[in-house]
């Protein structure tokens, strides 16, 4: 895994691991976390390390930011339908999380 791929991971983990600490329910952070476990997973485990210390409060922006970060995997030759995949799999864990 080259650099830019690396930091394009680790903003994207270090998002939805802010969005899973924040989630209001438990089971919306349950859902966070298997987002978080598809992304290890489609990366065979080799990932880098989360940073959540300075990121916003504001789940909207965190969301936006997720799928953003997820959506940009596609351009280091990460299966589309697998980034297909981690973004339903983000708006159904936010879907939970707003009730």
Known sequence: ??????????????????????????????????????LDRVHGDDCPALDTEDLTGDRDILLAAASNAVEQLENYEVDPLSVELILAMLVDAHDLDIG
């Open 1 to 38: 895994m080259l650099l830019p791929h690396a930091q394009t991971l680790a903003q994207a983990r270090s998002y939805v691991a802010a969005l899973a600490d924040r989630a209001l329910t438990i089971d919306a952070s349950s859902a966070y976390e298997r987002v978080l476990l598809e």
